[in-house]
T-cell receptor, first 114, second 117 residues
Framework: AQSVTQLGSHVSVSEGALVLLRCNYS??????LFWYVQYPNQGLQLLLK??????LVKGINGFEAEFKKSETSFHLTKPSAHMSDAAEYFC????????????FGKGTLLTVNP | GAVVSQHPSWVICKSGTSVKIECRSL??????MFWYRQFPKQSLMLMAT?????????EQGVEKDKFLINHASLTLSTLTVTSAHPEDSSFYIC?????????????FGQGTRLTVV
């Protein structure tokens, strides 16, 4: 079975500050890991994903995440927050392969203060 | 990128009626689609896996007779909430796997807000 834990349901940062959203996972097989962003009343947009290879993954909008197997973590970071980054962020894990059946964390609401 | 479209974006229905939600992959074929449910301020919970040309696979605890899924073509999956009740009010989101060479990505629809009154 797989599970995802996102530490902190709400993170608040100032504009220009570092964004750090935490995600830890549990998986019995090598995982595929994802970060999605959701704006109010909208679907999910993929920010980045880790499947294999390089453990530091760069995504859209300046976000990046590092897969750390020893820590079972996949934290999302962005050096400088922008007001437009305010949204709900979900970490997800799948078993990989051709079937992207995703297990999501509970989400972290990011607010950016001017 | 690939586009997945859901229709309607929002719907209000009376208790006891049925509602159909469509999920379409607009520019690619999807043999597998997924249906999720999202309660307010909570995460997405996978309801079922929709397989083109065969029966859907439901997650534990999801009533298959209440949430009917049909995946009759490679570009369309439908979710029908039968005999809807207020507790079925939720945000329903579908996703479709898009294979592009060696890479696969799940693309999500924009979601459907269902309110049962």
């Amino acid at each position: 079975a797989q599970s995802v834990t996102q530490l902190g349901s709400h993170v608040s940062v100032s504009e220009g500050a570092l964004v750090l959203l935490r995600c830890n996972y549990s998986s019995s097989v090598p995982p595929y890991l994802f970060w999605y962003v959701q704006y109010p009343n909208q679907g999910l947009q993929l920010l980045l994903k880790y499947t294999t290879g390089a453990t530091l993954v760069k995504g859209i909008n300046g976000f990046e995440a590092e897969f750390k197997k020893s820590e079972t973590s996949f934290h999302l970071t962005k050096p400088s927050a922008h007001m437009s980054d305010a949204a709900e962020y979900f970490c997800a894990v799948s078993r990989g392969g051709s079937n992207y059946k995703l297990t999501f964390g509970k989400g972290t609401l990011l607010t950016v203060n001017p | 990128g690939a586009v997945v479209s859901q229709h309607p974006s929002w719907v209000i229905c009376k208790s006891g009626t049925s509602v159909k939600i469509e999920c379409r992959s607009l520019d690619f074929q999807a043999t597998t689609m997924f249906w999720y449910r999202q309660f307010p301020k909570q995460s997405l919970m996978l309801m079922a896996t929709s397989n083109e040309g065969s029966k859907a696979t439901y997650e534990q605890g999801v009533e298959k007779d209440k949430f009917l899924i049909n995946h009759a073509s490679l570009t369309l999956s439908t979710l029908t909430v039968t005999s809807a009740h207020p507790e079925d009010s939720s945000f329903y989101i579908c996703s479709a796997d898009h294979f592009a060479g060696a890479s696969t990505e799940a693309f999500f629809g924009q979601g459907t807000r269902l309110t049962v009154v």
